[in-house]
């Protein structure tokens, strides 16, 4: 099956600096999201992005699906940032139900 | 009201047991999924349904037993659980046209 591998796997940044997270992807998909997981669990949506490039506030991503890759840059950072962020594909052969493999995470820390 | 809600939040029970998790989402969405995380291992699939018809049973133990009453709500009967299955147990829904999923607080499993 698919591969879905994200780096780094922590990350540790003061408040205010800007950061990158990649995802690398093993085949051809036709979704990829990326979520952060907040301190009590829960997987919040951050972008849809299956390809191209999209912006919302001070975050941003970029699929490169021909290159099989997906970039989540953070700006700005602040300490509401940190948790887990994690990268998530479906193939081409999940399309009639929509399932997605998850990564393994990068846990990001933004200290004050 | 968040679009997909999971009760309890939290739950203890022994070896010997039986308990329920329930799932709703009120965004119209016609699949619906169950996902476990388990400490230091990426989210794992394990049953999806589709108009009510589970498509994808992940090689899961028999002690867990979905139930898709309505595409508007999911359960998962738990029944003389292990306590390796400890774990946070997460609820998704998508419509499979987009495969775009969107995740549930979670459900946080103690198995003694």
């Known amino acids: 099956g698919i591969q879905v591998e994200q780096s780094p796997p922590d990350l540790i940044l003061q408040e205010g600096a800007n950061s990158t997270l990649r995802c690398n992807f093993s085949d051809s998909v036709n979704n990829l999201q990326w979520f952060h997981q907040n301190p009590w669990g829960q997987l919040i949506n951050l972008f849809y992005?299956?390809?191209g490039t999209k912006q919302n506030g001070r975050l941003s991503a970029t699929t490169v699906a021909t290159e099989r890759y997906s970039l989540l840059y953070i700006s700005s950072s602040q300490t509401t940032d940190s948790g887990v962020y994690f990268c998530?594909?479906?193939?081409?052969?999940?399309?009639?139900?929509?399932?997605?493999?998850f990564g393994q995470g990068t846990t990001l820390q933004v200290k004050p | 009201e968040t679009g997909v809600t999971q009760t309890p939040r939290h739950l203890v029970m022994g070896m010997t047991n039986k308990k329920s998790l329930k799932c709703e989402q009120h965004l119209g969405h016609n699949a619906m999924y169950w996902y476990k995380q388990s400490a230091k291992k990426p989210l794992e699939l394990m049953f999806v349904?589709?108009?009510?018809?589970?498509?994808e049973n992940n090689s899961v133990p028999s002690r867990f037993s979905p139930e898709c009453p309505n595409s508007s709500h999911l359960f998962l009967h738990l029944h003389t659980l292990q306590p390796e299955d400890s774990a946070l147990y997460l609820c998704a829904s998508s419509q499979p046209s987009s495969g775009e999923l969107f995740f549930g607080e979670g459900s946080r499993l103690t198995v003694l």
């Open positions: 992005i299956p390809s």
């Open positions: 349904y589709s108009l009510e018809e589970r498509v």
């Open positions: 998530a594909v479906g193939d081409h052969g999940s399309s009639n139900t929509g399932k997605l493999i």
